[in-house]
C-alpha cells in the first residue's frame, strides 16, 4: 500500500481542495494520506483537529476510467502535526499527553537552528524530523545525530512536490537529499510530496524514480512510500496510545532470518509450509514495558545473602 504523508493544508484552504487532492491520490493508486497542519512553536491554542472529507460524492468517472468500487471508502484519512521551532525552550512542552497533541496520528517537528536539529535528534518524543531540504540549512547534517535520530526510531522525510516548482529549490533538494540518503542508508526514510494542489501530486512510482537522484535504490525508494510509512503508522499508534503493538506473521511467510521467532514447540518442524494456519505473534513493546523492576532484584540478592549466612 502506498501513503502520502505531507498533504499541506492551510486555513484558508477549503475542505474542497482537500478532497479534490484526494481524489487525485485514488487514481494515482495512494491507499492514503496524513493532511499536515503546520504550526510554528509554542504550540498553545494553535491545534485545530482534523476531520475527514467525506469522499462519497468523488466516486465519478474519470479520464483513465471508473474509480474501482470501494477505493474511496478504504482510502485512509490521516492527520498530522508538524511544528517548527528554532529554540529548544519553545518545544519543551510538546508533550504527547497533551491535550490536542495526540489528537494526530503523525507527530513532525522541524528544527530550523543547529541547537534545535541536536535537540530532535537527541531528546525529542516525536514521529518524524522534517527538515527543509528544498532549501540551503544553517547547519550540517551530522552522522552522529543521524544516528542518534535513527537509534531513537525517528524518521526523516523527503518532500519533492515543492521543488519541482523551481530550479534553484530542485537544486537544493538534491544536494540535501543525497546527504541524507548516504547517512542514513535509507533506513527510516519516507517519501513524501508536500503537495498543497492537485497539480503538484506524482504516482508513487513516479516519485520513486526521483529518489533514484538522491542514490536510493529502486526498491528501497517504493518502500520509502509503502513499507516504511506503514511502519512509521504503527509507531504513531503506540506513541498516542502507549500500549504494546502486536503484529501477527504467518510461520510460511519467515524469512530464515526471522526462524528464530518460531516457538520452541514448532522449533523442530522442517517444512514451515505445513504450518500456514499457524502464526508467530511479535510484540513491539512500549518504553514502560522496558523498564526494569530494581526493588525485585535488590529483594532477590538480599534472599540469597540471607540464605548463604544460615
Not at 504527547?96 to 531528546?123: H, M, W
Not at 518460531?262 to 505445513?274: A, G, H, R, V, W
Amino acid at each position: 500500500m502506498f501513503f502520502d504523508l505531507n498533504i499541506i493544508t492551510q486555513k484558508e484552504k477549503s475542505r474542497v481542495v482537500i478532497a479534490e487532492i484526494f481524489k487525485q491520490l485514488v487514481e494515482l493508486g495512494y491507499h492514503g494520506a496524513a493532511v499536515n497542519f503546520s504550526i510554528v512553536a509554542p504550540i498553545q491554542n494553535q491545534l485545530v483537529p482534523f476531520n475527514p472529507v467525506d469522499l462519497n460524492d468523488l466516486q465519478t468517472e474519470n479520464n483513465i476510467g471508473t474509480i474501482r468500487i470501494g477505493a474511496f471508502n478504504r482510502f485512509r484519512q490521516l492527520s498530522r502535526l508538524t511544528v517548527t521551532f528554532s529554540e529548544v525552550n519553545q518545544i519543551t512542552s510538546l508533550n504527547q499527553k497533551r491535550s490536542g497533541v495526540s489528537d494526530f496520528d503523525i507527530l513532525a517537528v522541524r528544527p530550523i537552528t543547529e541547537n534545535a536539529f541536536k535537540y530532535a535528534c537527541n531528546t525529542i518524543e516525536a514521529d518524524i524530523i522534517s527538515l527543509e531540504l528544498d532549501k540551503r540549512l544553517d547547519f550540517k547534517l551530522n552522522k552522529k545525530l543521524i544516528a542518534s535520530a535513527l537509534n531513537r526510531d525517528l524518521y526523516f522525510e523527503i518532500s519533492l512536490s515543492q521543488a519541482l516548482e523551481d530550479s534553484n529549490s530542485y537544486k537544493n533538494l538534491i544536494a540535501n537529499s543525497a546527504r541524507l540518503v548516504y547517512l542514513t542508508k535509507g533506513k527510516n526514510l519516507i517519501i513524501s510530496s508536500g503537495a498543497n494542489k492537485p497539480i503538484l501530486l506524482r504516482g508513487p512510482y513516479d516519485f520513486a524514480n526521483l529518489g533514484m537522484l538522491f542514490g536510493l535504490p529502486t526498491d528501497v525508494a517504493i518502500s520509502c512510500l509503502s513499507k516504511k510509512c506503514e511502519s512509521l503508522l504503527k509507531k504513531g499508534e503506540s506513541r498516542k496510545t502507549f500500549k504494546t503493538v502486536v503484529q501477527a506473521i504467518s510461520l510460511a511467510n519467515l524469512t530464515p532470518k526471522q526462524k528464530w521467532m518460531i516457538p520452541k514447540d514448532n522449533s523442530k518442524s522442517t517444512n514451515l509450509t505445513e504450518l500456514d494456519d499457524s502464526s508467530v505473534t511479535l510484540f513491539q513493546k512500549s518504553k514502560s514495558d522496558n523498564k526494569t523492576d530494581h526493588n525485585d532484584i535488590k529483594t532477590d540478592h538480599n534472599d540469597n545473602k540471607t540464605n548463604d549466612n544460615d
